[in-house]
């Protein structure tokens, strides 16, 4: 069952994120601690990620090719 916080906003489970983002929990874990992921709330007492704030740091971190 899908979580929302106080404004409607989708809510995802570290375990959630770390499927979506193909790494494991633990990978996600240690780019929290480095601060080098996602933003990420404590809500109830456990870690959530913001599914529109995974979406917009997914953009921020894109790479693209330039073939010319």
Not at 32 to 53: E, F, L, M, N, S
């Amino acid at each position: 069952m899908a979580e929302y916080d106080a404004n409607g906003a989708e809510l995802l489970t570290a375990r959630e994120t770390a499927e979506w983002l193909r790494i494991s929990r633990q990978a996600l874990w240690q780019r929290r601690k480095r601060r080098t992921g996602p933003p990420y709330i404590q809500w109830k007492g456990a870690v959530r990620y913001r599914k529109q704030d995974v979406e917009d740091w997914l953009l921020q971190h894109e790479e693209t090719t330039d073939d010319e």
